[in-house]
């Protein structure tokens, strides 16, 4: 990408961008950190790293950037339909309970 900016695609890694098409969704923190497989310290600290590696603000700084980068056909479009691929394998598996977190935890 000689002489332009990078995306995100090029900045984070498939579990970061996963977080951030998550985000952008309108997805509850809570409910994204479930979806990943994450604690909810993981999930700040991941947010934390994502929000430094793409020099954003915060989450809705995140979210104009990832709005802006797709409208705008930014994103490269194979990368970005493996991204989404995967996201709807992990959807497809939390459906039919296969690898749901919630299922898969110890009862106290």
Known sequence: MAG?????LDI???AQFQL?????LGLEEDNIADF????????????????????AFNADHL???????T????????????ALTELQRRASELLSGSSCPAMTRAEP
């Open 12 to 14: 984070l890694n498939s």
């Open 36 to 55: 990943l497989g994450m604690t909810k310290l993981t999930f700040n600290r991941t947010l934390a790293d994502i929000l430094v590696r793409t020099e």
């Open 63 to 69: 979210k104009t950037r990832l709005l802006f980068e």
């Open 4 to 8: 332009s900016q990078p995306t995100l």
């Open 71 to 82: 409208e705008n056909d930014l994103l490269e479009p194979l990368r970005l339909r493996t």
């Open 20 to 24: 951030a098409v998550l985000l952008q």
